[in-house]
């Protein structure tokens, strides 16, 4: 198994700091032997989120289960599930491999997108090979209406990158 790269620390409150690194090491190993890095790193980016949420999902039931959907759920953003697509994993594969039924893994994964609100295709969560051809990730509020920012000028795509609106793809 590869090792997978340190990331930054998260701010996490205490109460939930323990049990996030575990759901880490879960989601950092499946990723080390199943994914890859960037996987293991929207991953770890999707605990962040949960783990700030008050109260904590993750204080409660199987850590197992909520690295299993975590990893769904970012596989699902990504179209993991699409053999198209490398890396690629099926949704029964993740069960298989993480050893969490399927309709568990699919109830929590549901859970986490209905509590945080993430959707098909969700910017913050998609891989860097993706974002060119995701139309959510280039869409910005300008005097009160939503544009696509790569037809503005170069000035007002300059400014949305560097407020974190849009990637920096460079």
């Known amino acids: 198994m590869k090792r997978m790269r340190e990331s930054a620390p998260m701010r996490l409150p205490a109460s939930v700091a323990a049990r996030a690194e575990e759901v880490i090491r879960l989601t950092d190993g499946f990723s080390a032997e199943h994914l890859d890095e960037e996987y293991a790193a929207l991953c770890r980016k999707l605990i962040g989120k949960l783990g700030r ?42 069960s298989r491999l993480t050893g969490v039924p ?24 998609c891989r860097r090979e993706l974002l060119p051809q995701n139309p959510l990730a280039w869409l910005i509020e300008v005097d009160g209406l939503i544009v696509e920012s790569r037809t503005m000028p170069p000035e007002i795509q300059e400014e949305a990158r560097r407020r974190g609106l849009i990637p920096d793809l460079a």
């Open 102 to 125: 399927k309709s568990t893994l699919r109830a929590k994964a549901k859970l986490i997108c209905d509590l945080l609100g993430i959707r098909p295709m969700e910017p913050e969560l």
């Open 53 to 94: 949420k008050r109260p904590s999902p993750l204080l409660r039931d199987d850590l197992r289960i909520w690295a299993a959907a975590v990893i769904h759920d970012v596989g699902n953003v990504n179209f993991l599930f699409d053999p198209t697509q490398k890396p690629h994993l099926s949704a029964d594969s993740i």
